[in-house]
């Protein structure tokens, strides 16, 4: 079974929001910080949110930040995105990980998810 497994995207107008949901099921979800990606097509995965295990900090890139807001639930090992206001510039396939630090997700490429797979992706498109 392919995990994680992300749901939740869509197809909005210009100022709706979506909730994405991201779940594992064999992972030890807990111990790790949890991201959020964005991929285009033909291009790199780039970090767009992350929170630490235990929630306590989250990090954002400066384009979404005040308009998303990431979540977790341990319990669930669920991993949650509510996207606010979204503009067509958010268009792009999401992807979630366990990662290994925060800081490095939102500010490097090359993202190597710490499950050994990446999920298969929930689009998000955005018309204006």
């Known amino acids: 079974q392919v995990e ?6 869509g197809q909005v107008q210009a ?3 979506l909730r994405l949901s991201c779940t594992f099921s064999r992972l030890s979800f807990e111990d790790y ?3 959020w990606l964005r991929q285009a097509p033909g291009q790199p995965r780039k970090g767009v949110s992350c929170i630490t ?6 990090y954002y ?5 005040g308009r998303f807001a990431t979540s977790r639930d341990n319990a ?3 991993l949650y995105l509510q996207m606010n206001n979204l503009q067509p510039e958010d268009t792009d396939e999401y992807f979630c990980a366990a990662v290994t630090d925060c800081r490095s997700t939102i500010r490097y490429l090359g993202v190597v998810p710490r499950a050994g797979q990446w999920g298969q992706g929930t689009q998000v498109t955005v018309s204006s």
Not at 4 to 9: I, M, R
Not at 53 to 58: H, P, Q, S
Not at 61 to 65: A, E, R
């Open 15 to 17: 100022g709706g929001s």
């Open 33 to 35: 910080p949890m991201a």
């Open 53 to 58: 295990w235990d929630g306590t900090d989250t």
């Open 61 to 65: 890139q400066d384009s979404v930040k």
């Open 4 to 9: 994680p497994v992300e749901s939740g995207g």
């Open 76 to 78: 669930k090992k669920t």
